[in-house]
């Protein structure tokens, strides 16, 4: 039956696109890797044109993909190839709705850009702590529904564990009220954990509540050169011991990142003077001044130095210093897809695990690829690291399409062999949705095509992505 997109221009108030010029930076993810079609793009600018929207789509047989900042990793914003979905983006829905400074919540539209939530947080002398380098253009809607995680898991939790309550279009075209800032509610099932890392296939998130933090007055970091991951981890216990919750982020980074961020940002500085095998940004947090943000840095790089487990460091010794340090992290993800190929891993084990994983899966990489060269960093706080496989430098890397099958395969099943994660903080989306397949027991499948069932019967809600294909 032809759909008479006429009618949806009827349906509700909100911007609408039909023209293939005004659809196009919809219809592919911010790398170029995935391309769909739609009917149209819509920007509603309230959760009932959200609703109306929806209700179109079940009238008309169409489908329903929601969209935020478009910066995820695994396909999941794209639609796919059919022309029969309507993008949603929430773009235009962009209002902090409210903030209790008492309750120590925020609530606000699913298409805050996550940077102006944590401004509007710091203008309330509160802290937002989710962070990642996508920061500026990710959306709070996006971040749920990928359960986003960052830099500040370690102390803070993934998005999950900062959201209280969520409002919520469900594939019906009805509105779910579920803006509670509670932090304790048994009253039924956790319908917010359910949406919440969904990738849009159960429902449209237009607005959430949020949890905020007491904002620390230092934030102090320091680069540290260790020469193994095991070395790594004992700087973190180290800190974890001496510091407690004031350690804010501890993340990873192997001399071959290093090498090929300074590839492609050569006026880079890289602080510390010597060159080791890895390294760790370390960062502390302090409720009250630089000082003490200073002195307990110090105090763990001592220690680490004596007993031999960091061999140099350099501590940022204000703001501007540490902004350019943490530049060095932040722009890895960039460096990459600059650099070109490169078969990319979220995955995520017991951190007691990452020395023999790192060690095993290399060793079986290198055998049966001579050309590849591991670039490995992450949260190595959380748990969480991205075990990236690039072509060498100088090598051309033509065979590398045609390995990442192969890649992935011994990737991920030394990752279940570890009692792992193959996604960790990026979602599944159309990149990991037939691995995931391979890997989760009939049992839990059951469950999850359960949920699927339930809450989108008619499977309108962003079709062919994660839990919502399989
Ligand atoms: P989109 O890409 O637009 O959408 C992602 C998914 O959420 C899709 O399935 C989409 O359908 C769904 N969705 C979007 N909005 C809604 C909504 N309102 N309701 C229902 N479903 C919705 N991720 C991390 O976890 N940690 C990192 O450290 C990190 N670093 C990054 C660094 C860079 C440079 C870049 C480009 C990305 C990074 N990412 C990281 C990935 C990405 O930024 C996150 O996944 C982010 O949470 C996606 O938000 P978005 O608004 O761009 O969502
Ligand atoms: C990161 O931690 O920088 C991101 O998750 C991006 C990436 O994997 O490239
Ligand atoms: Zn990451």
Sequence with gaps: MPILIETLRTAFAGHLFTDDADKAPFLIDWRGKWTGKALAVVQPDSTEDVAAVVRWCVANDASVVPQGGNTGMSGAATPDESGRAVVISLARMNRIRDVDAINNTMTVDAGCVLQTIQEEAAR?????????????????????????????????????ELCLGLEVVTADGEIWHGLRGLRKDNSGYDLRDLFIGAEGTLGIITAATLKLFPLPRARLCAWATVATVDDALSVLALAQKKVGARLTAFELMSNDCVDLLLEQFPQLRWPTSERSAWYVLIEISDPDSDVNANAALESILEMALESELVSDAAV???LAQA??????????????????????HDISVPISKFPSFIKTTNRHIESQFSDARMIVFGHLGDGNLHYNVSPKTGAKGERFTEIEPLVNRIVHDAVIACEGSISAEHGLGVLRRNEA????????MKMQRAIKQALDPRGIMNPGKGMGAV
């Design 316 to 318: 940022a010794t204000n």
């Design 437 to 444: 397949l391979r890997y989760k027991s009939d049992v839990e």
């Design 323 to 344: 902004r350019e340090f943490w530049a060095l992290r932040e722009n890895m993800g960039e460096a990459q897809v600059k650099a070109g190929k490169n078969i990319k």
């Design 124 to 160: 309330r002398d509160r802290l937002f702590p989710l962070s990642l380098s996508a920061e500026g253009s990710c959306m709070i809607g996006g971040n749920l529904s990928t359960n986003a995680g960052g830099v500040g898991v370690l102390r803070y939790g993934n998005a999950r």
